[in-house]
């Protein structure tokens, strides 16, 4: 039997994914909730925004009025809960408004399920899931080379946007043992890929390098990151939410560890070989190093082992494979989807130097 799909932050990067997925590999009809933010495009979705079991509805979570109405006229099996503010230089310079979606939003959202649930006849109670899809970062950083996030380790997050992000799975989790909604939640690793807003590492540096812009990488670029392809990641959560036990949490992670400057460096390289700078000069002269950023954590690692063992998943891109793909839709996208998305104020520019914090809490706070 198809599905009711409610995926809320369906016009961003992971959400839009899961959607393309959806429609594309299942019967499942699917309604999109987004107040599409900066980061949230309408033209991320539109490889799918004819089909008839697509639906969009431009509503704010932290809007409960319509919220509620969305519930009852779409009437969800399933709720898929991305909506999120995700940028940690952001979350630094304006805690506020993570705080505001984040916290705010993910109690919103729950408490609109679990009225709504709990008015369905009980076989379609049981079936309903509520999916909160979260980070690694709310796990903070691991101390050595050997370690790894796994399900149980304890929540320990170091900028405002993790601990936004654990104070809502913490949520999540309260409301399915006070109240009994099945609810799942899964943590991930740093996603890269096609449709990626270009505040975030890979798509800036591709962007930056390709109009010969400074390629900044922060501290000495040391940090570690386990990088998941957000195909993978798109279809490990339509997997986590459709076949996971209510209850259980699933790390997934893309067995991809690289340090920051790697990265980089290997973006450099893809590019000299794909577009060469006309001058003949490599990418990674372009390459300059940064202040770090206040509270960077040094290394993520997930362990995706449960869900392997519990679902049967493993990621089906290398980083090789994966970023190669990443750059080719960039160069192919860069003067359509790119240009359509970087049109309003941020070009690119620095956050997360701390310098602003003050007062964007006062006003946040006002």
Request: with cysteine.
């Amino acid at each position: 039997m198809s599905k009711r799909i409610l995926v809320t932050g369906g016009a961003g990067f992971i959400g839009s994914a899961v959607v393309r997925l959806i429609i594309s590999e299942s019967e499942d009809r699917v309604c999109v909730m987004d107040k599409l933010t900066y980061a949230g495009n309408l033209e991320s979705l539109e490889p799918v925004a004819d089909n008839p079991r697509y639906r969009f509805e431009k509503v704010d979570i932290c809007d409960a009025e319509e919220v509620n109405r969305v519930f009852a006229e779409f009437c969800p099996t399933h709720v898929m809960h991305l909506a999120a503010e995700s940028h940690v230089d952001r979350s630094i310079d304006g805690p506020g408004s993570f705080v505001q979606t984040n916290i705010v939003g993910t109690y919103t959202l729950i408490e609109a399920a679990r009225k709504f649930c709990s008015e369905l006849p009980e076989a379609d109670q049981t079936a309903f899931r509520f999916h909160h899809i979260s980070t690694d970062e709310v796990y903070g950083d691991l101390d050595g080379p050997d370690d790894f996030f796994r399900e149980d380790t304890p929540y320990a997050p170091s900028s405002p946007y993790s601990a936004s992000k654990a104070s809502s799975d913490h949520l999540v989790r309260a409301w399915k043992r006070t109240f009994g909604l099945p609810t799942l939640i899964t943590n991930c690793s740093n996603n890269y890929g096609p449709y990626q807003f270009p505040e975030k590492l890979i798509p800036l540096v591709i962007l930056n390098a390709l109009e010969g812009k400074a390629l900044p990488v922060y501290g000495k670029g040391e940090q570690i990151r386990d990088w998941l392809h957000v195909e993978d990641h798109a279809r490990a959560l339509y997997l986590v939410a459709t076949e996971g036990r209510p209850g259980e949490t699933y790390n997934i992670g893309g067995h991809n560890e690289k340090r920051n400057i790697d990265v980089v460096r290997q973006i450099c390289s893809l590019l000299d070989e794909l577009q060469p700078r006309s001058d003949g000069q490599a990418y990674a002269s372009q390459i300059t190093y940064v202040k770090d950023r206040p509270g960077h954590d040094l290394r993520y690692a997930i362990d995706a082992g449960k869900i392997a063992r519990e679902l049967g998943w493993v990621p089906q891109e290398t980083f090789e494979s994966g970023i190669r793909k990443t750059v080719q839709w960039y160069l192919e996208q860069r003067n359509g989807w790119c240009k359509a998305v970087q049109a309003g104020k941020y070009q690119r520019e620095r956050l997360g130097s701390g310098e602003s914090a003050g007062s964007s809490v006062k006003k946040a706070g006002a």
